[in-house]
Protein backbone atom coordinates (compact mmCIF):
# COMPACT_ATOMS: atom_id res chain seq x y z
CA UNK A 1 0.00 0.00 0.00
CA UNK A 2 0.83 3.82 -0.99
CA UNK A 3 1.94 5.68 1.79
CA UNK A 4 2.53 9.35 2.35
CA UNK A 5 5.16 10.75 5.58
CA UNK A 6 5.82 13.94 6.80
CA UNK A 7 7.97 14.01 9.27
CA UNK A 8 7.54 17.09 11.04
CA UNK A 9 3.65 17.45 12.24
CA UNK A 10 4.74 21.18 13.41
CA UNK A 11 7.44 23.51 12.17
CA UNK A 12 7.78 26.87 14.14
CA UNK A 13 9.53 29.49 12.23
CA UNK A 14 10.46 33.30 12.84
CA UNK A 15 9.56 35.63 10.34
CA UNK A 16 12.29 36.17 7.50
CA UNK A 17 13.85 32.94 8.18
CA UNK A 18 13.82 29.93 5.52
CA UNK A 19 11.51 26.79 5.99
CA UNK A 20 11.73 23.11 5.16
CA UNK A 21 8.93 20.78 5.26
CA UNK A 22 10.04 17.49 4.62
CA UNK A 23 7.75 14.76 2.98
CA UNK A 24 8.59 10.95 1.93
CA UNK A 25 6.83 8.70 -0.31
CA UNK A 26 6.47 5.14 -0.85
CA UNK A 27 8.14 4.06 -3.93
CA UNK A 28 4.91 1.98 -5.29
CA UNK A 29 3.61 5.42 -5.95
CA UNK A 30 3.41 7.05 -8.93
CA UNK A 31 5.87 10.52 -9.68
CA UNK A 32 3.26 12.93 -9.48
CA UNK A 33 3.99 14.57 -6.46
CA UNK A 34 1.65 18.05 -5.01
CA UNK A 35 2.58 19.82 -2.18
CA UNK A 36 -1.36 21.60 -0.98
CA UNK A 37 -1.88 24.78 1.47
CA UNK A 38 -4.54 25.19 3.73
CA UNK A 39 -5.28 28.22 5.67
CA UNK A 40 -7.20 29.14 8.57
CA UNK A 41 -10.76 28.06 8.04
CA UNK A 42 -10.27 27.39 4.47
CA UNK A 43 -10.31 24.74 1.97
CA UNK A 44 -6.87 23.27 0.60
CA UNK A 45 -5.28 24.95 -2.62
CA UNK A 46 -2.43 24.14 -5.11
CA UNK A 47 0.92 25.47 -3.53
CA UNK A 48 2.63 23.59 -7.14
CA UNK A 49 2.93 19.61 -8.25
CA UNK A 50 5.67 17.74 -10.09
CA UNK A 51 4.42 15.89 -13.03
CA UNK A 52 7.93 15.52 -15.30
CA UNK A 53 10.90 17.31 -16.18
CA UNK A 54 13.01 19.55 -13.84
CA UNK A 55 13.00 18.06 -10.78
CA UNK A 56 12.95 21.54 -9.19
CA UNK A 57 9.78 22.95 -8.67
CA UNK A 58 8.79 26.35 -8.69
CA UNK A 59 4.85 27.52 -6.68
CA UNK A 60 3.20 30.00 -5.68
CA UNK A 61 4.34 32.76 -3.04
CA UNK A 62 7.65 32.25 -3.39
CA UNK A 63 7.29 28.25 -2.49
CA UNK A 64 9.73 25.58 -4.22
CA UNK A 65 10.45 21.75 -3.88
CA UNK A 66 12.77 19.49 -5.13
CA UNK A 67 11.82 15.85 -6.12
CA UNK A 68 14.54 13.21 -5.49
CA UNK A 69 13.52 10.20 -7.29
CA UNK A 70 16.32 7.95 -4.96
CA UNK A 71 15.32 9.10 -1.78
CA UNK A 72 12.18 9.05 -2.43
CA UNK A 73 11.52 12.34 -1.20
CA UNK A 74 9.55 15.89 -2.24
CA UNK A 75 10.59 18.37 0.23
CA UNK A 76 9.18 21.91 0.11
CA UNK A 77 11.13 25.37 0.98
CA UNK A 78 11.11 28.94 0.96
CA UNK A 79 13.88 30.86 1.76
CA UNK A 80 12.39 33.86 3.74
CA UNK A 81 9.07 32.85 5.11
CA UNK A 82 6.10 35.82 6.16
CA UNK A 83 3.39 35.90 8.86
CA UNK A 84 0.51 35.23 5.72
CA UNK A 85 2.64 32.18 5.81
CA UNK A 86 1.35 30.38 8.73
CA UNK A 87 -0.89 27.68 7.44
CA UNK A 88 -0.95 24.11 7.23
CA UNK A 89 0.62 22.10 4.24
CA UNK A 90 -0.16 18.90 2.89
CA UNK A 91 1.82 16.67 0.69
CA UNK A 92 0.09 14.42 -1.91
CA UNK A 93 0.59 11.70 -3.91
CA UNK A 94 -1.68 9.58 -6.45
CA UNK A 95 -1.13 5.81 -6.65
CA UNK A 96 0.99 4.51 -9.34
CA UNK A 97 -2.48 2.51 -10.65
CA UNK A 98 -5.51 3.67 -10.08
CA UNK A 99 -7.09 6.83 -9.06
CA UNK A 100 -6.71 7.18 -5.31
CA UNK A 101 -4.90 9.99 -4.11
CA UNK A 102 -3.49 9.42 -0.61
CA UNK A 103 -2.05 12.81 1.43
CA UNK A 104 0.50 12.75 4.42
CA UNK A 105 -0.28 14.06 7.67
CA UNK A 106 0.18 17.36 6.81
CA UNK A 107 2.73 20.13 8.36
CA UNK A 108 1.48 23.22 10.66
CA UNK A 109 3.70 26.18 10.07
CA UNK A 110 3.11 29.21 12.84
CA UNK A 111 5.30 31.97 11.47
CA UNK A 112 6.55 34.15 14.48
CA UNK A 113 7.41 37.98 14.54
CA UNK B 1 -16.65 31.73 -10.57
CA UNK B 2 -15.14 28.69 -10.82
CA UNK B 3 -15.78 26.80 -7.81
CA UNK B 4 -16.72 23.49 -5.46
CA UNK B 5 -19.54 24.25 -3.10
CA UNK B 6 -20.54 22.15 -0.31
CA UNK B 7 -23.55 22.19 2.21
CA UNK B 8 -24.23 22.50 4.73
CA UNK B 9 -21.10 23.95 6.12
CA UNK B 10 -21.86 23.06 9.58
CA UNK B 11 -23.79 20.16 11.16
CA UNK B 12 -24.73 18.91 14.38
CA UNK B 13 -26.68 15.68 14.37
CA UNK B 14 -27.05 13.09 16.83
CA UNK B 15 -26.38 8.85 16.28
CA UNK B 16 -28.41 7.24 13.80
CA UNK B 17 -30.02 10.07 12.01
CA UNK B 18 -29.37 9.65 8.24
CA UNK B 19 -27.79 13.00 6.71
CA UNK B 20 -26.77 13.78 3.36
CA UNK B 21 -23.67 16.59 2.72
CA UNK B 22 -23.60 18.08 -0.83
CA UNK B 23 -21.01 18.96 -3.08
CA UNK B 24 -21.46 20.17 -6.49
CA UNK B 25 -18.48 22.17 -8.91
CA UNK B 26 -19.18 24.33 -12.25
CA UNK B 27 -15.75 23.46 -14.02
CA UNK B 28 -17.37 20.02 -15.61
CA UNK B 29 -14.52 18.00 -14.12
CA UNK B 30 -14.86 14.71 -14.74
CA UNK B 31 -12.99 13.64 -11.59
CA UNK B 32 -14.86 14.08 -7.66
CA UNK B 33 -13.66 12.85 -4.66
CA UNK B 34 -14.43 13.14 -1.01
CA UNK B 35 -11.94 13.28 1.86
CA UNK B 36 -12.37 13.77 5.62
CA UNK B 37 -9.47 15.60 7.71
CA UNK B 38 -8.94 14.82 11.33
CA UNK B 39 -5.85 15.93 13.44
CA UNK B 40 -2.74 14.33 12.71
CA UNK B 41 -3.68 12.14 10.22
CA UNK B 42 -4.15 14.68 7.30
CA UNK B 43 -6.77 14.01 4.65
CA UNK B 44 -8.03 10.46 4.01
CA UNK B 45 -9.95 9.63 0.66
CA UNK B 46 -13.29 8.14 1.63
CA UNK B 47 -14.93 7.66 -2.23
CA UNK B 48 -13.60 9.02 -5.88
CA UNK B 49 -15.52 8.87 -8.90
CA UNK B 50 -14.17 9.02 -12.31
CA UNK B 51 -17.63 10.07 -13.95
CA UNK B 52 -21.47 9.70 -13.76
CA UNK B 53 -22.19 6.75 -12.31
CA UNK B 54 -18.77 5.51 -12.05
CA UNK B 55 -17.31 5.35 -7.87
CA UNK B 56 -15.03 4.00 -6.45
CA UNK B 57 -13.75 2.87 -2.43
CA UNK B 58 -11.26 5.20 -1.68
CA UNK B 59 -9.04 4.30 1.96
CA UNK B 60 -12.16 4.73 4.37
CA UNK B 61 -15.42 4.24 2.54
CA UNK B 62 -16.91 2.20 5.92
CA UNK B 63 -20.01 3.81 7.08
CA UNK B 64 -20.40 6.27 3.78
CA UNK B 65 -22.37 6.30 0.77
CA UNK B 66 -22.17 8.19 -2.72
CA UNK B 67 -23.83 8.46 -5.80
CA UNK B 68 -22.92 10.75 -8.88
CA UNK B 69 -26.32 10.67 -10.97
CA UNK B 70 -25.11 13.94 -12.73
CA UNK B 71 -21.27 15.28 -13.28
CA UNK B 72 -21.95 17.70 -11.28
CA UNK B 73 -22.99 16.83 -8.02
CA UNK B 74 -21.41 14.17 -5.61
CA UNK B 75 -22.78 13.99 -2.60
CA UNK B 76 -21.81 12.17 0.75
CA UNK B 77 -24.73 9.97 2.49
CA UNK B 78 -24.15 8.66 5.93
CA UNK B 79 -27.22 6.54 6.59
CA UNK B 80 -26.48 5.73 10.16
CA UNK B 81 -24.05 8.45 11.80
CA UNK B 82 -21.66 7.62 14.11
CA UNK B 83 -19.74 9.92 17.04
CA UNK B 84 -16.54 8.74 14.97
CA UNK B 85 -17.82 9.98 12.12
CA UNK B 86 -17.20 13.50 13.62
CA UNK B 87 -14.91 14.91 11.45
CA UNK B 88 -14.04 17.85 8.66
CA UNK B 89 -15.07 16.79 5.02
CA UNK B 90 -13.87 18.12 1.81
CA UNK B 91 -15.29 17.32 -1.30
CA UNK B 92 -12.70 17.94 -4.19
CA UNK B 93 -12.68 17.82 -8.09
CA UNK B 94 -10.14 17.28 -10.78
CA UNK B 95 -10.56 17.51 -14.82
CA UNK B 96 -8.21 13.81 -15.02
CA UNK B 97 -8.09 12.27 -11.81
CA UNK B 98 -5.96 11.84 -8.93
CA UNK B 99 -2.73 13.01 -11.02
CA UNK B 100 -4.62 16.03 -11.83
CA UNK B 101 -4.75 19.31 -10.12
CA UNK B 102 -7.87 18.91 -7.10
CA UNK B 103 -10.19 21.71 -6.65
CA UNK B 104 -11.47 21.79 -2.71
CA UNK B 105 -14.33 23.30 -1.66
CA UNK B 106 -14.72 25.27 1.74
CA UNK B 107 -14.98 22.25 3.66
CA UNK B 108 -18.25 20.71 5.87
CA UNK B 109 -17.51 20.33 9.87
CA UNK B 110 -19.97 17.72 11.01
CA UNK B 111 -20.22 16.60 14.64
CA UNK B 112 -22.25 13.45 15.56
CA UNK B 113 -23.24 13.23 18.86
Known amino acids: AQSVTQLDSQVPVFEEAPVELRCNYSSSVSVYLFWYVQYPNQGLQLLLKYLSGSTLVKGINGFEAEFNKSQTSFHLRKPSVHISDTAEYFC???????????FGGGTRVLVKP | EAQVTQNPRYLITVTGKKLTVTCSQNMNHEYMSWYRQDPGLGLRQIYY???????DKGDVPEGYKVSRKEKRNFPLILESPSPNQTSLYFC????????????FGPGTRLTVL
Open chain 1, 92 to 102: AVPEAAGNKLT
Open chain 2, 49 to 55: SMNVEVT
Open chain 2, 92 to 103: ASSWAGSTDTQY
